[in-house]
């Protein structure tokens, strides 16, 4: 995934996540500095309403997004829609 901006959306495939099982994606952002904090929301999308995403590691330039599809037993077939933030802040 390529953006830019502090804020926006970010739509994933519409593939099969399997039950307790998670993925990861980078998401190159030129407005992300290493110290900044990344906000997200699943906006739509997952079939189950069990997925969820986290920021796993920050970077200049870039962010990592896990989704995990914490349901027991059922597949995730939906395509996520992520509402994301950066939160700029300086690193001590």
Same mark, same amino acid.
């Not at 986290?54 to 870039?62: E, L, M, Q, Y």
């Given at each position: /995934?390529?953006?830019?901006?502090? #804020?926006?959306? +970010?739509?994933? =495939?519409? %593939? #099969? $996540?399997?039950? =307790?099982? #998670? /993925?990861?994606? !980078? &998401? %190159?952002? !030129?407005? /992300?500095?290493?110290?900044?904090?990344?906000? $997200?929301? &699943?906006? #739509?999308?997952?079939? *189950? $309403?069990?997925? +969820?995403? %986290?920021?796993?590691? &920050?970077?200049? *330039?870039?962010? =990592? +997004?896990? $989704?995990?599809?914490?349901?027991?037993?059922?597949?995730?077939?939906?395509?996520?829609?992520?509402?994301?933030?950066?939160?700029?802040? /300086?690193?001590?």
């Amino acid at each position: /995934v390529v953006c830019t901006g502090m #804020s926006g959306a +970010i739509t994933t =495939q519409a %593939t #099969s $996540l399997a039950a =307790q099982t #998670s /993925v990861a994606f !980078t &998401v %190159t952002n !030129t407005s /992300v500095a290493i110290g900044d904090v990344i906000i $997200l929301s &699943v906006r #739509s999308g997952p079939t *189950g $309403l069990k997925t +969820i995403a %986290t920021v796993t590691t &920050v970077a200049a *330039g870039s962010f =990592q +997004i896990n $989704l995990f599809n914490t349901d027991a037993s059922v597949a995730d077939t939906g395509a996520a829609i992520i509402n994301f933030a950066v939160i700029k802040a /300086v690193s001590a």
